[in-house]
DNA sequence: ATGGCTAACATGGTTAGA
């Protein structure tokens, strides 16, 4: 099975992107964030047309996100159960007894910011979410848009970066206590190329000097992650006429 | 240099993203 991250940053605007690389790139599970369409705006026949089944959970303007599937999806959870939130952020599902949750991590805006303390509470959240969803799958993968660079060489120049949002201390414990939970970072587990980045800013040309940073990421569980056989970022969609901003994210796994 | 682009909502200029 293939699992896949997007963040599409406005559906209504990357469909024609969608289509054209899930008809390349055959995944089972595309998980997208920044959907940006209210529930009832979501496409859902043009996905459906393609032979895959889809869950949403969307607002108008920001954040939403989707689950599109070639096997059906089961037992889907909008959310983080018991965390009181609005923003649409959060999709579970089960496809062929893996659970996949898709997430959009906010953003943080700024180190101290209001928004810097939503990003740290939303991710405590997730991380107590993902610790009780583990003890119910023997398979998991949580996947999307982390808004944080793990380490280091996921930065493009982390002398710039140091200490600023996406790469902060407090948000780098986040994302371990998320990992001690018992999950892995499939991307690491092979070799890569230097320099491997899935977020690029739409100024400065930071695409063509590959000014990125590696923030989406797919998480699996220990029993999930040594089944993985792959995990590449696929830059080419960032080439396109009116791209995302961020690149797609692919792991296989022998199941 | 704290901008630079892009998208949404709106229909000019603000908000947000990362």
Redesign the pocket.
């Known amino acids: 099975m293939q699992f896949a991250t997007w ?1 599409v ?6 469909l024609p992107h969608v289509k054209d690389w899930l008809a390349g790139n055959p995944v089972d599970v595309l998980a997208l ?2 959907t ?3 529930d009832a705006d979501f496409p859902r026949e043009e996905i459906e047309g393609l032979g895959m089944a889809v869950a949403f959970s969307g607002q ?4 939403g996100v989707a689950l599109l599937s070639r096997a059906p999806i089961e037992d889907v959870v909008a959310g983080i159960p018991g965390f009181d939130d609005e923003q649409k952020r959060v999709l579970a599902g089960t496809v062929g007894g893996v659970r996949v949750i898709d997430v ?7 180190v101290g910011s209001e ?1 810097y303390e939503y990003k740290l509470r939303w991710l405590a959240a997730l991380r107590d979410y993902v610790a009780a969803e583990s003890t119910q799958h023997a398979h998991l993968v949580v996947l999307g ?1 982390y ?1 944080i660079a793990p380490e280091d060489r996921d930065v493009h120049d982390p002398k710039a970066w140091e200490g600023s ?2 790469v902060s201390t407090p948000e780098r414990a986040a994302l371990r206590a998320l990992l001690d939970t018992g999950l892995v970072d499939c991307f690491r587990q092979f070799d890569q190329p230097e320099k491997s980045y899935s ?1 690029w ?4 040309m930071a695409f063509r000097r590959n000014a990125g ?1 590696r ?1 989406d990421l797919i998480l699996a569980n220990t029993p999930l992650a040594e089944k993985c056989g792959g995990c590449h970022i696929d830059k080419a969609p960032r080439k396109l006429e ?5 690149a797609p994210v692919v792991a296989a796994f022998d199941i």
Do not use: A, F
């Open positions: 963040n940053n406005s559906l209504r605007v990357r964030q920044e940006k369409l209210p108008r303007t920001y954040n959009y991590v906010p953003n943080g805006q700024s928004k848009d808004n949002v996406h977020w800013d739409y100024r400065m940073l923030i009116r791209p995302s901003d961020h």
